[in-house]
């Protein structure tokens, strides 16, 4: 139940993550607002780059 719940904290930040970098915002200005590291920023940018859209694809759900 715990780990559950964390692993929907983490998923839930790299949504975050992916939204801000997706709208524009700089790593330095993510992490502030999200409290990610930039590992986990520059893991999120890559799959937006070059990843097969997953996060476009929920982002793109979340805005309807």
């Given at each position: 139940?715990?780990?559950?719940?964390?692993?929907?904290?983490?998923?839930?930040?790299?949504?975050?993550?992916?939204?801000?970098?997706?709208?524009g915002c700089k790593y330095s200005d993510?992490?502030?607002?999200?409290?990610?590291?930039?590992?986990?920023?520059?893991?999120v940018s890559r799959c937006l780059t070059?990843?097969?859209?997953?996060?476009?694809?929920?982002?793109?759900?979340?805005?309807?």
């Amino acid at each position: 139940q715990r780990q559950m719940c964390i692993r929907d904290r983490a998923m839930a930040q790299r949504l975050h993550v992916a939204k801000l970098l997706n709208d524009g915002c700089k790593y330095s200005d993510v992490a502030e607002v999200t409290g990610a590291s930039t590992a986990t920023i520059s893991r999120v940018s890559r799959c937006l780059t070059y990843g097969a859209d997953g996060y476009k694809l929920v982002l793109g759900r979340l805005e309807k």
